[in-house]
């Protein structure tokens, strides 16, 4: 097989000639170009990144989202990529969020249903297929929907993002009590781990409550100094 070369009508300013042995400086150049609807100019570069870094799946969807995004799409193509590579490399959740966008290109909803739902069978915790899913059940069945939705992921092992998610519903609804034990919930299920704090000091810190919400947590710790002591 000849040796794939970067394309004769892509700018060289993008720095795909520079980037061309690199995977990770390719991958940052595909992304960029693709961002900016350039995805005409990089399909070699994606299939060069596949020679470079077959085994990740970053790689992998990358690939696809240059065929969706192509002026005349290749989804079939992209889900067979897809598909192939979860087979060959093991599945992702990063890889199953692509597979169902490239189902939702084709028009096909169940697939792409069946596809975020292993996505977050795989990782209950991927923002991306958490996001979309749950938007999907809002759309479908009202709160009543996505609440379920929720406390269905977060009844999964090592799920913590969707207790924070119902946290930020309840703080919506000025439920502190409740939104402090989902939180408290999620980070007890990761032992504190400081990305799971970020995430938790964040749902807070958007929250209209803030203030009540330091002060009952204020008011908890107190409580539990005064039993433990």
Known sequence: ??????????????????????????????????????????????????????????????????????????????VRHLSTFARDHGETASVFVTLAKAHELAGDQRERNHALKRALDIDPNHERALAWATSLNRESGGDEAYLGALHRLADQVGAWRPQLLLAAHLLKSGKIDLALEQSNCALAKVDEDPKVLSATLDTFWRSPHLGEAVAQLALNQAHLKAGGS
Not at 50 to 56: K, N, Q, V
């Open 1 to 78: 097989m000849p040796k794939l070369e970067p394309e004769s009508g892509a700018d060289p300013a993008s720095g795909l000639q520079a980037a061309w042995d690199d995977p990770r400086a390719l991958a940052r150049q595909i992304a960029k170009a693709v961002s900016d609807g350039r995805a005409e100019q990089v399909e070699s570069a994606s299939v060069r990144l596949i020679e470079l870094s077959p085994d990740a799946d970053k790689t992998a969807c990358l690939r696809a989202v240059v065929l969706m995004q192509l002026r005349e799409p290749r989804t079939a193509e992209a």
